[in-house]
């Protein structure tokens, strides 16, 4: 054998040791590199999405207490019960502030109705939407301006705002009718005073519908919460 053939045979060898190298140790590590890259995508990949899960979640979180205050807001004009005393103090202070004399309130039409000045409740009627119906005789003594102010006030104690949103300022009333007329006696004639009678609408949560569906501040409801508590619907106010 020549010097040549143990040269080529030498190369052949440390050829087959760098093979049998790369088989046994090289190559394996590759395939684990390229496992473990597979699997650091997928957990960034689901990081992401639990990224932006969370970015959700605390948004809805921000959104409900300002969703549960709007909500608490529209209880102020549909409330779940009557309160009529609540009402009486509503027309008091805004009788009060246009100067005018908040005469009587009378549960009904004012056709007979029996009167509920002491804050006796009204018998709710149900609607077509599904609210109890409460009619009241509303009268009032004052100026013609005066007065004109004040049933101003009383018809946007709830009202739809421009941008599609709802104000509310006080119990919902829906004014059927307004009749102005000379006192009933002459002490206020001389003083150029009226007689103001509105025949309106205020409105109750059906019985057994909670105002907030058991929501409280800090979380919602719980999903199995029973269909007579769901969060009511807002009446349509048309003005």
Known sequence: MTTRDRLVLIVIAMLALLAGGWLMLVSPEREKAA?????????STQLTSAE???ATARGAQARYSTAYTSIVNLGKAVPASQ???SLIFQL????????VDFTSIVSGTGNGGPASGSGSAATPAASASGFSQMPFTFVFNGNFFDLYRLFQQLNGFAQRTADGGLQVRGRLLTIQSVRLAPPTTGAGTAH??????ITATAYVLPAG???TGGATPAAPAASG?????SSPTTPAIVR
């Open 35 to 43: 496992k473990l890259e597979a699997q650091v995508n997928t957990a």
């Open 52 to 54: 932006g899960e969370l």
């Open 83 to 85: 309160e009529v005393p």
């Open 92 to 99: 008091e202070q805004a009788s009060n502030l246009k100067r």
């Open 192 to 197: 150029g005073l009226l007689t103001g009678t």
């Open 209 to 211: 519908q909670g105002l």
């Open 225 to 229: 919460a029973s269909a007579s508590s």
